[in-house]
T-cell receptor, first 112, second 116 residues
């Protein structure tokens, strides 16, 4: 079942700009993860934030988590054309073991 | 290191035929997951295994779908008989047990299945 819902569904920016994607979810979680999917390929894990963390960084990625609002955001700074992909948030719910519940994703287009 | 390997990459078959999708997880990974991706429903978990044992198959759509993991390095997802609504991209993923659910999942490149 769908858990996370990303916003916006599609985003178009120019190289060098920042891209922000948001994710909302419904139930109590153990962690929230962000994945990237290039066209015709599998998903690639980007970053994981645990329910007791509020912010995490990895290279040009910054993720925030607000468990009181059941929401997360992914910021990609200084975007590049190679960042063009679909981005998905996925939650591991407190009562669902190891299963990932994915949103429908944000499609990001970065133009040179 | 080799990632998760899925075969075939593409499968086109006629309605009613049996379809078998294959997956080789990353060596040493304890968990194996099967997902289905469609435009309408997004990514859905079908079933997952821990140490070759099915743990949660509540996402398997119906009895036409079955999954097995005979050993730690191989899993199959079978559809019999197949129907046009089974057309989707099927992904296999694996992860380590250490660290519990705070482990990322590693995905294969999927099998694009078209049922005519």
């Amino acid at each position: 079942s769908q858990q996370g819902e990303e916003d916006p569904q599609a985003l178009s920016i120019q190289e060098g700009e920042n891209a922000t994607m948001n994710c909302s979810y419904k139930t109590s979680i153990n962690n929230l993860q962000w994945y990237r999917q290039n066209s015709g390929r599998g998903l690639v894990h980007l970053i994981l934030i645990r329910s007791n963390e509020r912010e995490k960084h990895s290279g040009r990625l910054r993720v925030t988590l607000d468990t009181s609002k059941k929401s997360s955001s992914l910021l990609i700074t200084a975007s590049r054309a190679a960042d063009t992909a679909s981005y998905f948030c996925a939650t591991v719910n407190s009562n669902s073991g190891y299963a990932l519940n994915f949103g429908k994703g944000t499609s990001l287009l970065v133009t040179p | 290191d080799a990632g998760v390997i899925q075969s075939p990459r593409h499968e086109v078959t006629e309605m009613g035929q049996e379809v078998t999708l294959r997956c080789k997880p990353i060596s040493g990974h304890d968990y194996l997951f099967w997902y289905r991706q469609t435009m309408m429903r997004g990514l859905e978990l079908l079933i997952y295994f821990n140490n070759n044992v099915p743990i949660d198959d509540s996402g398997m759509p119906e009895d036409r779908f079955s999954a097995k993991m005979p050993n730690a390095s191989f899993s199959t997802l079978k559809i019999q008989p197949s129907e046009p609504r089974d057309s989707a991209v099927y992904f296999c993923a694996s992860s380590l047990r250490q660290g519990g659910s705070n482990q990322p999942q590693h995905f294969g490149d999927g099998t694009r299945l078209s049922i005519l």
